[in-house]
C-alpha cells in the first residue's frame, strides 16, 4: 500500500472536488476519525471532553479515555452503569460536529449514501436517516443483554436520569439501572460488544446500503472515505477497495491525516489525501462555492 504523493494539496482538493461533482453517486464511509476531526477525541484520547466529563471516573479507575472505560471489568453493575451513562450522555449532550454540517453542504444536491462505524448519533444531526447505515449500533438505543428478543429501546430519556443520579462515589441507584421488559436482564447499549444485538435495525442498515449499491452499481461511482483507520477495516476500508477494484466506473478517495493508504492495484483508481479531515472539508466547501 502507498499513500498518494504525487499532488499538491491543491491538486489534491481539486481531485476531490472534482471527482464529487462527476460522481452519479456517492458512497461515504466515516470512522472516527471524522468525529476526532470535530473535536471529539474522547474515544482514545485525554481530551478536554475527558477531563470534563471523566476526570472523577479516572482518579477512581485509572484508565484514559472512554473507549478503555466502556470496557473495563467494574465490580458492580451500580459503578458500570455510572460510566456507561456518563458516557452516553457525553455523546448525546456533544454539539455538532462542524465537519459533518460541511459534509453535508457538500453532498447537498448529489445522490449519497453513507456508511459509518461511529456510534455518537451525529451524522443523524444533519442527514436523513435513511441516507445513513450505522452499521457498529447507535448511542440512542438500548438492547436485551442477554438478546432474547429483537427490539431496541429508547435511551435519552433513562440516559439522563441515570447521569442526574450519579453520587460522589460514582455509583447509580440500583433501582434506575434499565432492565429488559421480557426477560429482566440489564439493558446494553446498542454497540458493538459481545453481545450486540444485529437483529431487524442491524440488518435494516445493511439493507439500506446493498439497495443504493444495487441501483447505482453501473453508474460513475465514488468511493469517499473518510477517517477510517486500521482497527476495523473489514467494515468499510476493504470493502471499499474490493468494490472500487470490481466496478469498472467506481473511483476510490480516501481522507485521513495517518491512515490514508491507496493500494497499487487502484493507483490508477483512487487518490490518498494524508492531511486533516477538518481542513480538506472546509477547503473543498470554499473551493465549491468560489467555483458557482
Known amino acids: 500500500m502507498e499513500t498518494s504523493s504525487k499532488s499538491n494539496y491543491g491538486d489534491q482538493i481539486k481531485s476531490l472536488l472534482e471527482h464529487l461533482n462527476g460522481a452519479n453517486a456517492i458512497v461515504v464511509g466515516a470512522g472516527s476519525g471524522l468525529s476526532a476531526s470535530a473535536g471529539f477525541r474522547h474515544y482514545y484520547e485525554r481530551d478536554e471532553t475527558f477531563l470534563k466529563y471523566f476526570s472523577e471516573f479516572e482518579k477512581k479507575y485509572g ?87 429483537d427490539e431496541l429501546y429508547d435511551s435519552v430519556q433513562i440516559v439522563h436520569s441515570l447521569n442526574n443520579a450519579i453520587d460522589a462515589d460514582l455509583n447509580v441507584p440500583t433501582d434506575l439501572i434499565p432492565h429488559c421488559p421480557e426477560c429482566g436482564a440489564e439493558m446494553e447499549p446498542w454497540m458493538r460488544s459481545r453481545v450486540f ?59 485521513n491525516p495517518k491512515d490514508a493508504y491507496l493500494p497499487k492495484e487502484l493507483e490508477n483508481k483512487g487518490l490518498a489525501i494524508r492531511e486533516d479531515i477538518a481542513e480538506v472539508l472546509i477547503d473543498t466547501k470554499k473551493l465549491a462555492e468560489n467555483g458557482k
Request: aromatic letters at 18%; charged letters at 25%.
Open 63 to 149: 484508565y484514559h479515555s472512554t473507549f478503555d472505560g466502556f470496557y473495563y471489568r467494574y465490580r458492580t453493575s451500580e459503578e458500570r452503569w455510572a460510566f456507561l451513562a456518563k458516557q452516553l450522555f457525553c455523546m448525546l449532550d456533544a454539539p455538532t460536529g462542524e465537519p459533518y454540517k460541511h459534509l453535508h453542504d457538500l453532498l447537498a444536491d448529489k445522490e449519497y449514501h453513507i456508511l459509518t462505524t461511529n456510534l455518537d448519533a451525529q451524522f443523524e444531526r444533519v442527514f436523513p436517516a435513511e441516507k445513513i447505515s450505522a452499521i457498529q449500533g447507535d448511542c440512542r438505543y438500548f438492547q436485551c443483554g442477554h438478546r432474547c428478543h
Open 197 to 255: 444485538l444485529e437483529g431487524r435495525k442491524y440488518r435494516g442498515e445493511y439493507t439500506k446500503l446493498n439497495d443504493f449499491l444495487r441501483k447505482n452499481r453501473n453508474k460513475n461511482m465514488l468511493f469517499l472515505e473518510i477517517g477510517v483507520g486500521r482497527m476495523t477495516p473489514m467494515f468499510i476500508q476493504e470493502p471499499f477497495w474490493n468494490m472500487t477494484y470490481a466496478l469498472p466506473q467506481a473511483f476510490y478517495i480516501t481522507v
